[in-house]
Nanobody
């Protein structure tokens, strides 16, 4: 069992920045593949970015060069650094940890970007 907790969401103006955190329990944090998803009102949940077990990262086109994943193994925490935010980034952001072929989800954190 892996407990996952997201934090760091909030209200920000167009062009602003936020850093989301994903804290995960367990002794194998460095071996987790971790995904960031988001879900806007009335839309399906979409994959935003992920970091694999070898620390390679991947971003969806709409956030490429604006969002950055940073893994801190000492703190068992993954960060999603978001810059140049746009209103279309408004959504609930979820962290999902893949471990032993099972996904563990957090409760989500709201990000709202005003124009």
């Amino acid at each position: 069992q892996v407990q996952v907790v997201e934090s760091g969401g909030g209200l920000v103006h167009f062009g602003g920045s936020l850093r989301l955190s994903c804290a995960a329990s367990g002794s194998f944090f460095s071996g987790y593949a971790i995904h960031w998803y988001r879900q806007a009102p009335g839309k399906q949940r979409e994959l935003v970015a992920f970091i694999d077990t070898d620390d390679t990262t991947n971003y969806t086109d709409s956030v490429q060069n604006r969002f950055t994943i940073i893994r801190d193994n000492a703190k068992n925490t993954l960060y999603l650094q978001m810059a140049s935010l746009k209103p279309e980034d408004t959504a609930v952001y979820y962290c999902s940890v893949l471990f032993m072929d099972q996904f563990y989800w957090g409760q989500g954190t709201q990000v709202t970007v005003t124009s």
